[in-house]
Structure formats: C-alpha cells, structure tokens
C-alpha cells in the first residue's frame, strides 16, 4: 500500500495532527513535542500517538520520512502536499526484505 501525507496542522502549542492516507483509508494521528530532562541537560524531542508507533511497527523507512517532514514543519519550511513517503510493508514484507538485505 501506498503511503501519503495529505497535511500536517497545528492543534495547539507544540503539537500537531499529521493526515496520512494508507492506500485508501484516510488517518490522522498527533504528535507532540516534549522537553525531556537527562543528566542535567534538557534535550526538545517529537513524541508521536502510540497507536501509530504500534501501525508502523514494521515499516520504520515510514516513520522516517513522517517525522521528517514533520520537523520540516515545525521549521516552518514549505512542503507541497500530498507528499509519497513510501509503500506500507506488513510483517511478511518486511521480514523478507530484512533477509534479503542479510
């Protein structure tokens, strides 16, 4: 399945709904941003839903591009929509390509 961002908006202070179209079916998941305190330094990250942490379990090539475009975003840069991220792999797809890449 074809894998496309149709927009990312804003819902808030430091948080965002990001639109996906995964072959047909329209979705829409938020991300946020966070300070997170390690050692004695703070360090700023993007934390996405869980629910689409656990759809793209295998498709990792996927939220790469996500999340990117998504600090592309949040950098203000312009970006036109709809952008093709990839292809959806389920586990089969990508266990195969894993082994093929070994």
């Given at each position: 399945m074809n894998v496309q961002v149709l927009a990312i908006e804003s819902?808030?202070?430091?948080?965002?709904?990001?639109?996906?179209?995964?072959g047909q079916q329209s979705v829409v998941y938020p991300f946020a941003q966070e300070e997170v305190a390690i050692s004695d330094r703070s360090i700023i990250g993007i934390t996405s839903d869980p629910a689409f942490r656990k759809f793209f379990k295998f498709n990792q090539h996927l939220i790469h591009q996500i999340t990117h475009l998504l600090i592309q975003s949040v950098n203000a840069e312009v970006i036109e929509f709809p952008v093709e991220v990839g292809?959806?792999?389920?586990?089969?797809?990508?266990?195969?390509?894993?082994?093929?890449?070994e």
């Open positions: 819902s808030g202070t430091n948080q965002w709904n990001v639109k996906l179209l995964v292809n959806f792999l389920t586990f089969d797809q990508a266990s195969e390509k894993l082994m093929l890449t």
